[in-house]
């Protein structure tokens, strides 16, 4: 067995391991969702015809991917770190790559799943969330949107050396960025320099990709600059994450 399909059986395992964890990784989420669409329901987005909820659902599911991703591989790697793990792997013929390609395959498939299960639930007739025929547009920006955060909770996971710290940092990222990009309120709403703010926040083309794909709201071009920016901002976490990682808490 290679040292990649090792490190992936691992992660898998210890992921499906804790039930709580599993289990509010995909309910954490849909709460918002359940309580968001039960607070709208029945009632429409102005001159669109869909109601609320199409634009709730694709704001809240950006949110979930985007802290499952973060936290997931925050956390592998503090803990691992701190047990020493990563330091015995070190001294194996194992590269970064490897171990971040284990937490990165894992992380896509709780991704899915989520998506899976979010959609679904939204669909339910107390809910009536009607997707678009667009709607397999939101399975790129899915991929990006765990890459993305993923690569962001290298940084985080690096930086932090106890439990409390990963979920202290990772909460400052994430539930400020959720508010800001439009997850849970509106951006056509915000002021105009907080729409502008949104514009460097990675989460805010997460929420204009979903809502694209599952609604059709905007353009091919809107979906495009959020697919591209996505892929820009992977890139500046990834680099930035691969030059901060840390095999052991003394390097």
Do not use: H
Request: with cysteine; aromatic share 14%.
């Amino acid at each position: 067995m290679s040292a990649y399909a090792a490190l992936s059986r691992a992660v898998y395992k210890a992921a499906v391991r804790d039930a709580t964890t599993v289990f509010f990784t995909f309910a954490f989420p849909l709460i918002f969702l359940v309580i968001f669409a039960l607070i709208f329901r029945n009632q429409e987005v102005a001159d669109t015809g869909r109601g609320y909820v199409d634009y709730i659902a694709p704001g809240v599911l950006s949110w979930g991917l985007a802290n499952a991703a973060l936290f997931g591989v925050a956390f592998t790697l503090m803990q691992w770190r701190n047990d020493d793990l990563l330091r015995i792997i070190r001294l194996s013929p194992t590269s970064i790559w490897s171990v971040i390609g284990s937490r990165y395959v894992v992380a896509l498939g709780i991704g899915a799943a989520q998506c899976v299960l979010f959609v679904g639930v939204a669909m339910l007739p107390v809910f009536g969330m009607r997707p678009d025929p667009t709607w397999p547009l939101s399975i790129p920006i899915m991929l990006l949107a765990v890459t993305a955060f993923l690569a962001l909770g290298l940084i985080v996971g690096s930086a932090a050396n106890t439990p409390e710290a990963v979920a202290a940092i990772a909460n400052c990222v994430v539930v400020p960025m959720a508010f800001l990009s439009g997850s849970f309120y509106p951006l056509e709403l915000m002021p105009t320099w907080l729409q502008e703010v949104s514009r460097v926040l990675p989460m805010r083309y997460v929420n204009d990709g979903l809502t694209y794909a599952f609604t059709g709201f905007g353009t091919m071009t809107d979906y495009l600059i959020s697919c591209a920016a996505l892929v820009v901002f992977t890139a500046v976490f990834a680099v930035v994450g691969v030059r901060t990682f840390r095999w052991s808490n003394d390097s």
